[in-house]
């Protein structure tokens, strides 16, 4: 915290300090925590470098204020198909509208994160870079767009951009080092990031073996004491690739023999995912002619839709080496699920909930890393190497007398779990309301016996229920809050939390319609006052988002 850093900090530097610390805002849009975190490590350096830093959320932004920011650092995610982060809609879409003020004498610079896997890398960043210079800002230093294996480069980038965005009057020699490595500071009482090994102790499929879904439950051990994690956060889990698709590339390179580059193919390197930018390297890397023409072909982005690098190294045969595929791919990244235990009944375990991803495109079966990995390659015994991932935005209400309604279909159900398990523990009073929704009751009905002695004992207040297939009309989530909306609403008037865990492109997005609706309905507000409303509540916390 702040007051503890200070006097650190000055004793690091004690007369070097300019005389009045330079105001500095770090602005941050953040889905699941990776920009919110950078904006702290931006925070910590400025500080130390003499900076008078202030981390504003872009969910908590009044825009009235930026144009007395003085000095701007933004650091924004790109989210699903190119939108920002959900908290950060509102302001965004205000910064954008023909309204927004003009932003002379205020010097930025943006840093931009995103995933290579997905259409619109870093579009937010970019936008943001753009809009900012349109409205009269000056450009302190260049823009970084990184992808999943960010931290290296964002610690390099914070340091430049601190360096120039400093008052000329500072000497450089002022500059304090410090180290950025992942873990290397938790003055602030964070959970370590450092991944540690856990042992799987059940793994069991949630659906029947009629379902056309696999939902695992795994439930993992710690050795030394579970982490100090908390119902709302996620767990990392770092993968390893399908051994046959490994085959596949080293067959196809003529690598085959090459054990050492096996393993690293098997654990260490991202071998599905499939970006423009890695057609580019490929084409560079390898000097391969027709590739090269490819890429200058405007063709390369439609292509890639649906297809993964084995589809690249087959369009294009030829030699390709161990460096190659190194230049070429990006990190293995962990993959995140929103932990479904609480510890205060689990003791030092932790358990997910994960949904095996297989699908067909272009004539191929493909399937998700860390799911599959987990459906099919793990069971009792086995060892993952894991990493607890805070979210301090999807948290039970602090009260325990505060009633929550979660809705959270499919492996959305979660961390719905983690909270009924933890308002058990410590008989929290106030009363839980559970939505749940799948394909099909006697398939899918994800920890049904779990939810009925929930009931029983009291920690969950009710459950409504949707599935989507059981008839001949779609039936989900949504349309159970359509049909409670008076006591939706009744509850939320009483200072209700609501949470909304799961698919994020179209789910989450109907489920806050719904809500809005009610309102509608219910109380007879406008559609802008009952949008208003939930937009307050979204302000409030009392309206929080996991999804993905
Ligand atoms: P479907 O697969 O039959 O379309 C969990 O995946 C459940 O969420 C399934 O029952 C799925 O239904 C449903 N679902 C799909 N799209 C949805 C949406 N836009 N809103 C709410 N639920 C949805």
Redesign the pocket.
């Known amino acids: 915290d702040a007051a503890a850093g200070q006097p650190a900090a000055a004793a690091a530097a004690p007369a070097a300090l300019p005389k009045a610390a330079e105001p500095l805002t770090i602005l941050f849009a953040s889905e699941s925590g990776n920009s919110e975190k950078l904006a702290g490590d931006v925070s910590k350096l400025a500080r130390k470098q003499g900076f008078k830093p202030k981390v504003v959320d872009f969910a908590d932004l009044d825009l009235a204020t930026l144009p007395k920011a003085g000095k701007l650092v933004a650091i924004a995610a790109t989210w699903g198909e190119g939108e920002p982060p959900a908290r950060a809609v509102r302001a965004y879409g205000e910064l954008m509208a023909d309204a927004a003020p003009r932003l002379e004498g205020v010097e930025f610079a943006v840093l931009a994160l995103g995933d290579t896997s997905y259409a619109e890398f870093c579009a937010i960043g970019k936008a943001l870079d753009a809009r900012f210079e349109a409205l009269g800002a000056k450009r302190a230093a260049p823009r970084a767009d990184l992808d999943l294996d960010f931290e290296k480069p964002a610690a390099d980038w914070i340091k430049g951009t601190l360096k120039a965005l400093a008052p000329a009057e500072v000497p450089a020699d002022n500059v304090v080092a410090v180290d950025f490595r992942a873990g290397a500071e938790d003055e602030d009482g964070e959970v370590s990031r450092e991944p540690v090994v856990v042992e799987v102790i059940d793994h069991v499929n949630l659906n029947s073996s009629r379902s056309d879904?696999e939902t695992i439950h795994l439930a993992l051990a710690f050795e030394d004491g579970a982490p100090a994690y908390e119902p709302g956060d996620s767990l990392e889990i770092f993968p390893e690739n399908d051994p046959q698709l490994v085959d596949e590339i080293l067959r196809a390179t003529g690598l085959s023999g090459d054990e050492v580059l096996r393993k690293a193919l098997l654990s260490e390197r991202d071998i599905t995912t499939l970006s423009a930018s890695t057609v580019e390297r490929f084409a560079k890397a390898t000097g391969h002619a027709e590739a090269a023409a490819f890429v200058e072909s405007g063709e390369v982005k439609a292509w890639i839709e649906g297809r993964h690098l084995i589809d690249l190294i087959e369009r294009f045969p030829g030699e390709l080496t161990a460096e190659h595929l190194n230049t070429v791919t990006r990190p293995l990244p962990p993959r995140a699920y929103s932990i479904a235990s609480s510890r205060k009944e689990v003791g030092d375990e932790v358990h997910l909930t994960i949904?095996a991803v297989r699908y067909e495109t272009h004539g191929r079966a493909r399937s998700g890393v860390a799911s599959v990995h987990v459906a099919d390659r793990i069971k009792n015994g086995a060892k993952l190497r894991v990493r607890v991932k805070p979210n301090k935005h999807f948290r039970l209400p602090s009260d325990p007398t505060t009633d929550v309604i979660m809705v959270g279909?499919?492996?959305?159900v979660a961390p719905f779990r983690a909270f009924v398990q933890e308002r058990r523990a410590i008989e929290a009073p106030g009363r839980s309301w559970l939505f749940f929704?799948?394909?099909h009751f006697t398939h899918?009905f994800l920890y049904q016996l779990e939810w009925q002695d929930a009931l029983e004992d009291g920690s969950l207040a009710k459950i409504d229920v949707?599935?989507?297939?059981d008839q001949p009309e779609?039936i989900?989530?949504?349309d159970r809050i359509d049909q409670n909306a008076a006591e939706l609403v009744a509850w939320l008037d009483g200072g209700a939390h609501f949470y909304v865990c799961?698919?994020a492109?179209?789910?989450a997005?109907?489920?806050r319609a719904a809500v809005v609706r009610a309102f509608e309905s219910v109380k007879g507000l406008s559609a802008a006052d009952a949008e208003a409303h939930v937009a307050g509540l979204e302000r409030a916390k009392r309206y929080q988002q996991d999804v993905y």
């Open positions: 879904k949904a279909p499919g492996t959305g929704g799948d394909r899918d949707a599935f989507s297939r779609k989900y989530v949504q799961g698919d492109k179209n789910m997005k109907d489920v």
